[in-house]
């Protein structure tokens, strides 16, 4: 196996002989064996492991033995523990994302310290057909059914055109030692439930089962890259980039296959609803579809894609009172002293100088959101506020709102000044703010 991972190395990834690479490796066989395997071609390694503490003991002596192993072969270790149970008290995700997450995480924060570009993984030929069939399952389309890719951005996968059996029957006859997860035998995780059941049964295929699954794959790679080739084609074609929507002629579709060009248009925007974009075509002018980043909507002949949720974190916090300050978002505010209240100006307000507190902050309006609008009695929702001023849907989850340091809203920008920070008779200092995009 040491001469076909070299051979596979030059004929796909030759920078790996020679340039630093990070080692991932969780004790386990496939990344002992990795981790032998580069030693014997390339010493310019660095070694690290994740200890998500989720086997009491058995994580703890993990992490030792990765660190030991790392130690015996002079190479540098680094590791990091995370409390993962605790932080899925505050995600809906999955332990097994979250892992997923925190490990790619901690991998690329090491990668970038150390200016290192390689990040190898231990994934195998095996763990490809367990996510094609995970994915088969979920209906997920040709791009799930691909399997696990060689590369991705600084990831690199150098096993993952060998077979569990390779690797394993490599580790026992070079006498190598790891740990063995017990997690794996549980069939409580999805993919040990595949792994268990189903492909240890496909192994026993008359026939070469892993040559042909391979064979399958290179297939499928190529059919999805002509289809992408095409896609794009039909997307400049047919698509109109605007500053911030994509727009798309509903006549035009008539060229295409309607529900294919579709799928492979919305799908990145995070839409999964087919049957509902679909009857979008037919639906009356200003109809919505929703996904958690975009919304989609009819507007006479055309569709129109738009984010909802541009720059969702977006705050400004604004220190001192005493210049411009230019945004992100290429919009500026400007602050002047002044001696008497601004009149018909929208995008200025006076407000009393010795009302605010710093910081200040620019912010988007959030749900919730509540201020006293000047000339209105009562508080008012924001949200309400901008709705009755004809504020649409779309455009409300980027209106800017100008917070005090306690939290008071000061300004909705562009549209009404709250009352508490207006200019009133024993008002001794008057500020002018103004925002400019």
């Known amino acids: 196996m040491q001469s076909k991972f070299e051979s596979y190395l030059k004929d796909n990834f030759p920078y790996l002989l020679k340039e630093r690479c990070i080692i991932c490796c969780s004790g386990g066989v496939d990344s002992v064996v990795l981790f032998h395997l580069m030693l014997s071609v390339n010493k310019n390694i660095i070694v690290a492991h994740c200890n998500f503490k989720l086997r009491g003991v058995e994580s703890d002596k993990d992490e030792e033995f990765v660190k030991k192993l790392s130690e015996e072969n002079s190479i540098k270790f680094y590791s990091k523990s995370f409390d993962t149970k605790k932080i899925k008290e505050h995600s809906n995700n999955s332990i097994q994302m979250i892992a997923r997450d925190l490990r790619y995480e901690f991998f690329d924060k090491i990668s970038n310290e150390l200016k290192i570009n390689h990040i190898l993984t231990a994934h195998h030929l095996n763990d490809s057909l367990e996510s094609f069939i995970i994915n088969l399952s979920r209906g997920s389309g040709l791009d799930g059914l691909t399997g696990v890719p060689m590369l991705n951005g600084k990831i690199k996968r150098p096993l993952i055109d060998f077979e569990k059996k390779e690797i394993i029957d490599y580790g026992k006859n070079k006498n190598l030692r790891w740990r063995e997860d017990s997690s794996n035998n549980s069939n409580s995780y999805l993919r040990n439930k595949v792994r268990n059941n189903i492909i240890n049964e496909l192994e026993d295929l008359e026939g070469n089962f892993f040559k042909n699954f391979k064979k399958t794959i290179k297939y499928l790679k190529m059919s999805n890259s002509l289809i992408y080739e095409r896609i794009n084609q039909i997307k400049a074609d047919l698509l109109k980039n605007e500053e911030d929507e994509i727009s798309l002629n509903i006549k035009s579709l008539d060229e295409v296959n309607k529900e294919a060009f579709l799928y492979y248009f919305l799908r990145d925007y995070g839409f999964v609803d087919w049957s509902k974009i679909m ?159």
Do not use: C, Q
């Open 279 to 437: 009857d979008l075509l037919d639906g009356e002018s200003g109809k919505k579809i929703y996904s958690k980043s975009h919304v989609l909507f009819k507007e006479k002949s055309k569709l129109i894609l738009r984010e909802i949720n541009v720059i969702k974190n977006f705050s400004f916090k604004i220190n001192n009172l005493d210049k411009k300050l230019t945004l992100e978002n290429g919009a500026y505010l400007s602050f002047k002293d002044v001696e008497e209240v601004e009149k018909d100006n929208f995008n200025i307000i006076t407000v009393d100088k010795g009302r605010l507190k710093l910081p200040l902050k620019l912010r988007y309006f959030n749900h919730g959101d509540s201020f006293s609008p000047f000339g209105m009695n009562g508080t008012k929702k924001v949200g309400k506020f901008l709705k009755d001023n004809g504020v649409n849907e779309l455009d409300r989850s980027s209106k800017l709102i100008l917070v005090n340091g306690d939290n008071k809203i000061i300004w909705v920008v562009g549209m009404r000044l709250d009352k508490r920070f207006s200019v009133k008779k024993d008002s001794v200092k008057l500020l002018n703010i103004e925002y400019l995009k």
